[in-house]
């Protein structure tokens, strides 16, 4: 069965950073990319970033490009994106999500699988 | 970036009904287009892709269609289950973007 854990909930002081890590299990980790997305309280779902876990290419948001970085871990199974220079505005719940790749685009295919969101508070 | 606009904001309905939400981008996205169903505490769940193909899985009466600009996803034959948030995102240009979500709320 194919399934996303994602590491627990965090609070964190403005000017932090933070590292989300995201396990999969029942499929062949480096054969999809693994995008982050992030949904702060009320608002829409916003895209920030893909790694292809096959080949560790990455592609960012130009909204996140100076603050965010997309690793794996192919020994473990385990995605991870970091933050940083936290401010409130970044409160949210992030997603980590699988979608397939092309040749160097992973952003024009559907996420199939969705973690259950980890809840980034950010608070003085 | 590619706007995303969907219509209504929200909906009451009752089961057994016939529901239609349509999303417009600001630009064509050909047929780059998914649907997507949020519970509260639930990972998000993708339903639509390519505008019209089903996610194994779903059940048939969820349908998609559309392309170029214009797209909407009916759910024929309201369940319970279905109460939940909608929104669709394109996968035509970079970034990918969603529209603003329609909740489907119980009569």
């Known amino acids: 069965q194919v399934q996303f854990v994602q590491s627990g909930a965090e609070v964190k002081r403005p000017g932090a950073s933070v590292k989300v890590s995201c396990k999969v299990f029942g499929y062949a980790f480096s054969n999809y990319a693994i995008h982050w997305v992030r949904q702060a309280p009320g608002q829409n779902f916003e895209w920030m970033g893909w790694?292809?876990?096959?080949?560790?290419?990455?592609k960012y948001s130009q909204r996140f490009q100076d603050r965010v970085t997309v690793t794996r871990d192919t020994s473990a199974n385990t995605g991870y994106m970091e933050l940083s220079s936290l401010t409130s505005e970044d409160t949210a719940v992030y997603y980590c999500a699988r979608s397939s790749c092309g040749d160097d685009d992973c952003h024009s295919y559907a996420m199939d699988i969705w973690g259950q969101g980890t809840m980034i508070t950010v608070s003085s | 970036d590619i706007q995303m606009t969907q219509s209504p904001s929200s909906v009451s309905a009752s089961v057994g009904d016939r529901v239609t939400i349509t999303c417009r981008a600001s630009h064509g996205v050909s047929g780059f287009l998914a649907w997507y169903q949020e519970k509260p505490g639930r990972a998000p769940r993708l339903l639509i892709y390519?505008?019209?193909y089903l996610q194994s899985g779903v059940p048939s009466r969820f349908s998609g269609s559309g392309s170029g600009a214009d797209f909407s996803l009916t759910i024929s034959g309201l369940q319970p289950e279905d109460f939940a948030t909608y929104y669709c995102?394109?996968?035509?240009?970079?970034?990918?973007?969603f529209g603003q979500g329609t909740r489907l709320d119980i009569k």
């Open positions: 390519a505008a019209s």
């Open positions: 995102q394109q996968a035509y240009s970079f970034p990918p973007t």
């Open positions: 790694i292809n876990v096959g080949n560790g290419n990455t």
